[in-house]
């Protein structure tokens, strides 16, 4: 069956944080450029947010959002009363926008496992946008609901027509094998090369090292916190800045602190998305020690702004860091291996070769024009299923 000339597309995702208002911004103006109509379903991402991002005003994006703002619960009952409410509201949207609706793109949608079953029985086409490794993450959280949840996970990639994931590296990492007829690679990452741009050459920063993300387990910030010793025992004069925002905050705060490191370490919080230029200009290097990671975000705007990444090989990430020739690459997580690579890296004396190498190949590969055409044939594909 194709699509009618006026198909439209809805967006769904599950409770969304700060960090993936952005992406989700991007998916819009990816759609948009589909489709005239597009309608978003969100929860926590605010239409203040959406309706005033720089993405979306750029591209002139005309869509229709329909929002919950949803707090998790504290306790595993109410959290799973929140959770089941969510859902609920969600496929309430589904059915409301039957009519509207012909495409649904299940943005990071592992866990909404009612309203894809509710889309599916009104025989709507299903799209699941996969971002992480849920079953490690929640692991590594030790998260007793996200459990349950990786078991929707493998219902909703059965439902689907489409899985979308950043790499093939993330096939077998990920453990999605026995779906590989219906996955699609492509990524929904663009950047503004004129936001994201060198405003200070690396030979003009100090040596200020960074880690901008989530405060969580999965990151592996952890242990990057612990590697921090390590370096100053060897290279007194680093300073380091650590920015973002999770469950790991206070545990990190308490670290510095025992330590001795505030002197030479400053914890940020979350540092608003139009700040992250300034930030990533004043760093030497950037660290992203992950245990499991899509396609960060951030490492694309460190590139883009001359900064070099230092990363472990998860995810998409190895697509894009080639160890010694776009940015360093390290063994493992290790506080030891970090400190180790961080300063080899310090010290590495083509920084430059790496950052012109990195810069041209992120140019060319998260271009806007360049996304859009890669969902161009998701679309295409979608419509003659």
Not at 111 to 123: C, G, N, Q, T, Y
Not at 194 to 202: A, D, G, M, P, T
Request: glycine fraction near 6%; aromatic fraction near 10%; include cysteine.
């Amino acid at each position: 069956m194709r699509a009618s000339k006026n198909a439209s597309i809805g967006i769904i995702t599950p409770p969304i944080s700060q960090a993936n208002i952005i992406p989700a911004c991007n998916l819009v103006a990816i759609v948009n450029r589909l489709r005239n109509n597009v309608y978003f379903v969100a929860i926590n991402a605010t239409q203040y947010s959406l309706q005033n991002n720089s993405v979306i005003r750029k591209r002139n994006s005309d869509f229709i959002i329909y929002e919950l703002v949803y707090k998790s619960g504290k306790n595993v009952f109410t959290r799973i009363l929140k959770y089941v409410q969510a859902q609920l509201w969600a496929s309430l949207q589904v059915v409301r926008l039957l009519k509207k609706v012909d495409f649904w793109i299940f943005y990071l949608g592992d866990e909404l496992f009612l309203p894809m079953s509710v889309a599916k029985i009104l025989r709507k086409k299903a799209v699941l946008i996969i971002g992480g490794f849920m079953k490690k993450e929640m692991r590594l959280r030790n998260d007793f609901l996200g459990r349950i949840l990786v078991f929707f996970k493998k219902i909703n990639c059965t439902m689907s027509e489409i899985i979308v994931v950043y790499s093939k590296n993330l096939i077998k990492e990920w453990n999605l094998e026995e779906y590989v007829n219906k996955i699609s690679v492509v990524h929904r990452h663009f950047l503004d090369f004129n936001e994201f741009e060198i405003q200070k050459q690396l030979s003009d920063r100090e040596r200020v090292i960074g880690y901008i993300g989530r405060l969580s387990e999965e990151k592996g910030v952890l242990n990057f916190i612990r590697a921090l010793p390590k370096v100053l025992d060897k290279e007194s004069d680093v300073r380091f800045i650590i920015g973002g925002d999770g469950n790991l905050f206070k545990e990190i705060q308490d670290f510095i602190n025992e330590n001795g490191l505030n002197k030479n370490v400053r914890l940020l919080g979350w540092i608003p998305h139009g700040d992250l230029p300034t930030y990533l200009n004043e760093l030497k290097l950037l660290v992203l020690p992950s245990f499991t990671e899509g396609l960060p975000n951030i490492m694309l705007e460190a590139i883009a702004c001359g900064t070099p990444v230092l990363a472990t090989p998860v995810g998409a990430v190895p697509d894009v860091i080639k160890d010694c020739e776009t940015g360093f690459i390290m063994k493992s997580n290790s506080s030891k291996c970090i400190a180790e690579n961080i300063i080899k890296a310090l010290n590495y004396p083509k920084l430059g070769d790496i950052i012109e190498n990195a810069k041209e190949s992120v140019k060319k590969e998260f271009r806007y024009e360049a996304t859009v055409e890669k969902w161009k044939k998701i679309y295409n594909d979608l419509a003659t299923r």
